[in-house]
């Protein structure tokens, strides 16, 4: 009859505990040690301004010695393997006490010695703990003594005495068949009657209570965002506020809405008189405009309190104000994170209606936040370069008319003047963000023509060229292949891609007033020339390489259902740098079915070579073609006659012989 006792000490449940804790705790840990798969970049803008961002990003997201950084999952696993190192000093110095017997184990015998050498040993030791010659310790008393020694005669007469050693062998005790003890891995307390009512409490807050809770605010917390992580009600502001003739001011209020809902409550700094201070400094900058702004995004004074911050926030960042207060430069840093998810929401809503004027300018402001310059300031774009202000901008931006190019101009003045800031423009113009077009096709693979219907393939052949580095156009053959080979083996493959060389590798953009490393994309738009609608979604690309060499990018669609001619605009627009924008026009026809299998069919056949005297033979020597002469014909007939002749003159000889 087994014996079901609970745990009273504790020992099995702290076993239990210990593995269900490991199982969590260390691939957890592992994951948080392990570097993340973010996209490697091989390098960097290396200008001082770049340079100092880098070294704030560092300190922010790694903290410091005397402030280090920690994250909630750091705190989970401080509690964790704090709990686990408890239960681990319980296991190890808890004594257990359903240890196996072994007679041989209490002798200090190694098994199957034989009977001689345990007789002799036992002798040793009841000399040696026997309670009438053993000198008694410090922390000794004669009750541990007397039971060492009992311990010992019991093991010494399991191994002797037959009777003894046969219950041994058989139940695994001396004393022959005991009484089998099941141990439940549950503290006594928790079953006892007088707890009763605390246990049925703390199961049904836990399972009544939590689970539910936690199950429903999961499952209400993702109905309350839409697929681009965004609250729902931010996607209603932003269908709303958009318009197909929204400007980028409009875009940026409709924008600036979200914000009510998608942060938090703010904590309320001791210092709030320096976020008065603020908003009067953006008034100062902004004149009559700034109110202008504030009616756009219906900032009320009192009323919309999240939404006035983050708009401050944000002009003092695109105004390049600096803030004194930490917590309030802490919290324009993570509003300024948080930007790109909701602009990328606000770009789909606004494609799904196919307007090009809201979509681009939504595009556009992704440029002024990460380079900290007003929306629709395009005469401020030389601002980007380390070292020049937005006042000093507008002055060396270059007259109407001037052939040069903005930045090489700028290079120049700087130049003239012995600046010391040349040095470090000349670093960010090595690597800047302008991307020329080589090239751009549509294609339908393995045909001639575009059909209506037909999945059209359009090819972007791009590089990027920094100003005042013109690139020879020396890719004839690359790896022993012309263009035209690259081109058919890129359209046959799958991918939307070319790939890269090894050293060709992204690199982190210059953007100094970016709270975050960025790496630099562009958007690919299609639109029509005369209705200005977006014909098929954005495309997004990045990895433009530094020229000579392009690379190129592909978008398929299928083609309008019926023949025609096309007039659509290519826009390729920057995510990271102002003012770098190319338009390209893009005619192409959709031809007729039933035409292109006429031309086909006339191609297929055997042509003869025009004559030489005809206009057609003229025009065929003069390209370098093959012609048939006049003469031809006629001297193939008369051979044949006089052939004839012949053979009519060695008939009739060898008939007189």
Known sequence: MANYSYDEAGNMAAYFLLTFLSI?????????LMPSKKPQIKSGCQCQACAEQAGNIRRRERGSLLSPKFRRKTFILAAGWALAAFLAYKVTTTEVENKVYDPFEVLGLGSGVDLKTIKSHYKKLSRKFHPDKVKLGVNETIEMVEAKFVEITKAYKSLTDETIRKNWELYGHPDGRQEVS????????????????????AYGLLFGGALPAL???????????????VKARSAAAFFKSLNEDSSIDEVVAGFVKAFEWERPKAIVSKRENEFDDLEE???KRLGGKWAELRKLAEVMPGEHEMRRRAFILLYAHLLRIPIGNQSLRQEQAELLLQTPTLLNSMLNISVSRNWLQPTLSVMRLHAYLAQAIPPGEDKLKLAQFPGIKPDEAASLAPSEGDEKDSVTGLIDTLEGKADDRVSDIKKVAQRWGRVELVGATLRVFGEKFITPQAYINIVLKLRLSPPGSPHVNGNAKVNGRSDEQREQEFLAGKKDMEDLPDDDGASYAHAPFWPAHRKPSWWVVMSDARSNKIMIAPMKISEIPLGPRYRMYRQQFQGPPHPGFNHWRLHLISDTFVGEEVVHD????VEDPSVVNVVDMGQDDEISDPEEDSLAGQMALMRGGTVRRHGDESDDESTTDDDKDSDSDSSSSSDSD
Request: avoid cysteine; aromatic fraction near 12%.
């Open 281 to 283: 400094q953006i008034k």
């Open 24 to 32: 969590i705790l260390i691939p957890l840990t592992l994951s948080s």
């Open 182 to 201: 099941m141990g439940i891995a549950l503290p006594k307390w928790i079953v006892e009657s007088g707890n009763n009512v605390w246990v049925l409490g």
């Open 215 to 229: 199950v429903g605010r999961w499952w209400f917390g993702n109905r309350d965002k839409t697929k681009d992580g």
């Open 586 to 589: 893009v005619e192409w026809r």
